[in-house]
RNA sequence: GGCUGGGUAGCAAAGCGGUUAUGCAGGGGCCUGCAAAGCCUUUUAGACCGGUUCGACUCCGGUCCCAGCCUCCA
């Protein structure tokens, strides 16, 4: 039984899919102006590993991931560098893709871009208009009556007056209440613009998330997820505007990701303290790096930190240390004296506890070291446990071999001149050469294991 | 100010009203020519103050501290 927690009433709830044929789920994803930093790999890793989840646990899964292509900020830099928006946006939707194939993240189903779908946009705002509920402003932008919401604030927790109040919002006289958001924004002169029955314009950002979902999932759906600063006012306001057109609920389950800290401080671009994933990826792999962003709780802040990741690194090598040199090809679960497989299932189904499922792959992996020389069917079985469920949270993707020597600067063929150099030391029992040899390597960051079976190698 | 979370051993990070989390790092041992890997073993916990309980890190109340949202943000 999975169990989910529903910022909509902040506790862990039993998840009832709507319909356990086609479970729907949409996430929040980027602005297409810049790299994506650490902060969206979480949101894209994590929401990676619960559709992964999903997807072992019900027949069809329909997974949809935005892409905002149009917004000030773009507009903005399109201007700066000087070329349209469309070869800005796409040369880094092309960057996001690359970087979650660095990170092991499946494509969502679909993958929406704003700018098809406006004139889901502009029907939506039509029918919001006709309830009463949008109106345009003496600027010509369109704004969302939000005191005509009742509901407004049910996600966030928050009550109007004391959004009010708080006085960080902002106070322009075109609008009938400093609460309300623009659905659609009036053109100015050379922006990108769409027709539509309030003139030449372009879609506020909430109102595409709404239309998108409700068009490419349906008016009610099972779980809308993204980073936790979208809570309020994104999610709050789509729930306004898709409720309040389809008088229906909106969604049932709405997820929520913590940030990448940098010192106990979210990661952000206003403070300047980001890290691309791309500038993460130069010194430390992929895979170290999802294992990073999925060893603590996705609600819980994660502080980035080069040690962080080292340790990491450490700790996947271990997992793979383990599963080298033994097959992996088939679980026989008669040989497993533990359901590894429950217990990880069991994490899982606890709200996606990937610590706690990474911890049963710790206890497979010790099993193995344990096994492998006396036992080697128990070995091989477990392996294949291990790695069946590594891949299950995406990592472990690799051949163990392949991966223990990944980057390495020497080549095979020159490493295993000197193994051979030093092993005919060894047999000449020649100790201060053959440990000559050993620390010459360990300076190019390679490390050898002697064995019955001969010397190998793995990188740093 | 309003609304969310959170404070766990050297670091990271979970579960749990009483029994080893887990990983990294440190100590001791085994293995090894010596190492590495691995195994065994071991040291460091639960912000603070009360309460409930036979028993609380875990439940309840209070205090202090931290982060986030309330403005674009994953």
Redesign the pocket.
């Known amino acids: 039984m999975l169990k989910i927690y529903n ?1 909509l009433n ?2 862990k709830e039993e998840f009832q899919p709507i319909d356990a044929n086609q479970v729907g789920i949409y996430v ?4 297409v102006y810049d790299l994506c ?4 790999a ?2 894209m890793v994590m929401f990676d590993v619960i559709t992964r989840h999903l997807r072992r646990n019900f027949p069809n899964v329909k997974y949809v991931r935005n892409i ?1 292509d149009i ?3 773009i507009i903005t830099r399109a201007i700066e560098n000087n070329e349209d928006i469309y070869s800005l946006t796409n040369r880094f939707i092309d960057a996001m893709h690359e970087d979650e194939q660095s990170l092991g993240v499946l494509s969502p189903d679909i993958e929406p871009r704003a700018t098809d779908s406006i004139d889901k946009m502009i029907d939506m705002i039509e029918s919001l208009s006709k309830k009463g509920l949008a109106y345009q402003g003496t600027n010509g932008d369109v704004f969302y009556s939000v005191r005509k919401f009742k509901e407004y604030g049910k996600l ?4 109007l007056d ?2 009010v ?6 106070v322009e006289n075109h609008k009938k209440d400093p ?1 309300d ?1 623009v659905l659609w924004k009036k053109a100015k002169s050379g922006e990108p613009s769409w027709p539509s029955p309030w003139g030449n314009g372009r879609p506020g ?2 109102i595409e998330c709404s239309a998108m979902s409700n068009h490419f999932i349906s008016n009610h759906f099972d779980i809308h997820g ?9 999610h709050e306001n789509e729930i306004a505007q898709s409720e309040g057109a389809n008088n229906c609920t909106f969604v049932n389950t709405w997820m ?6 940098i010192d ?8 300047n303290n ?1 890290f691309t994933i791309r500038d993460v990826l130069k010194k430390y792999d992929g895979e170290a790096l999802r294992y990073f962003l999925i ?9 980035y ?1 080069e ?2 990741i ?3 690194q ?2 996947l ?2 997992l793979y ?2 599963i ?1 040199g033994l097959n992996h090809n088939s679980v026989d679960s008669s040989l497993l004296e533990v359901d590894y497989e429950a217990r990880f299932n069991a ?1 899982l189904n ?2 996606f ?4 499922a ?2 049963v ?3 497979i ?2 099993q ?3 096994e ?1 020389a006396a036992n080697p069917n128990k070995a091989n079985t477990l392996s294949s446990q291990l790695v069946q469920l590594g891949n299950n949270l995406g990592i472990l993707n690799y051949n163990a071999d392949e991966y223990l020597k990944r980057g390495s600067e020497l080549s095979e063929s020159e490493i295993s001149k000197k193994i051979n150099q ?1 092993e005919a030391a ?1 047999n000449s ?1 020649d ?2 050469m ?2 000559q040899i ?1 620390d010459e390597l360990l300076e190019l960051g390679i ?5 019955i079976n001969g ?1 190998t190698w ?1 990188r740093k």
């Open positions: 910022t902040n506790q929040c994803g980027m602005t930093h650490m902060g969206h979480r949101v905002t917004d000030d900020k966030s927790g928050k009550n004391d959004l109040a708080g006085a960080r919002v902002d609460l958001f950002w909430h993204g980073g936790m600063d979208l809570t309020f006012p994104h929520h990701v913590g940030f990448v800290n106990d401080e979210k990661m952000s671009k206003s403070l980001f060893s603590s709780h996705y609600r819980s802040p994660l502080n930190s040690t962080n080292e340790s990491a450490s700790a090598i271990r240390n383990a080298k994490a606890d709200d506890n990937t610590p706690m990474l911890s792959l710790f206890e992996a010790k193995i070291n344990i492998r030093r060894r029992k100790f201060t053959s440990d050993r490390i050898l294991e002697d064995s010397t793995r």
